[in-house]
């Protein structure tokens, strides 16, 4: 029995996107540029099989950053950027899914978010551009180097489709400063607190 429907994008050399994050289209770029939305059906055991483009019906929610076709094409418009939602409704079910597709500009800023757990610290960095929308990095810009001082930077992934992510290892509790460079020329420098988790009291009769 079919529990729902999910949405994958890929490029049109059956790349997925991760994130469904692509860069805007320049004016100046002569052809238009095109993504295939791929419909999925998954049972109550979450197996995945594809179902055919010809049982579904595709929309957008902004055809001025992107339309859709009959066969789950996606064309992007020139100079046009944001957050467009392609939907997809099974024609037999009635079931539906969505998928958030971000068109970014060029990034002008990395953000950094950092979860911290007793002597270690996620960071996970993203670009964004002038909206403040996720944004993708050049294809031969996915390096970052981090400054961290006394810390020990360690599982450095680079930028991939707009994100990224390391992880920091500190010996010592306390504030350390960390400093990202970017291979986009971006930097972003934050603090990192490590801190004694604080022992919860045994619950106990008083």
Do not use: C
Request: aromatic share 8%; glycine share 6%.
């Amino acid at each position: 029995k079919v529990e729902r429907l999910g949405l994958k994008l890929y490029d049109m050399e059956d790349k997925k996107i991760d994130n469904a994050a692509v860069k805007m289209v320049k004016d100046e770029e002569e052809d238009e540029v095109e993504y295939k939305v791929r419909v999925y059906e998954y049972d109550e055991n979450g197996i995945e099989r594809e179902v055919d483009a010809g049982d579904v019906y595709f929309s957008t929610s902004d055809a001025k950053i992107a339309t859709v076709d009959r066969d789950g094409i996606i064309t992007l418009k020139k100079d046009a950027s944001g957050v467009v939602t392609i939907t997809a409704v099974h024609e037999e079910t009635d079931m539906t899914a969505t998928l958030d597709i971000t068109v970014s500009g060029a990034p002008v800023a990395v953000e950094a978010e950092v979860t911290v757990d007793g002597l270690e610290a996620e960071v996970e960095l993203k670009y964004v551009d002038e909206n403040g929308n996720l944004a993708v990095e050049d294809e031969d810009k996915k390096g970052y180097r981090v400054y961290a001082g006394d810390l020990e930077v360690d599982d450095q992934d680079d930028f991939k489709n707009g994100k990224a992510s390391f992880v920091l290892l500190a010996e010592e509790y306390g504030t350390y400063s960390v400093r990202v460079v970017t291979d986009e020329g971006l930097s972003e420098t934050f603090d990192v607190t490590f801190s004694e988790k604080e022992e919860k009291p045994a619950a106990g009769k008083v």
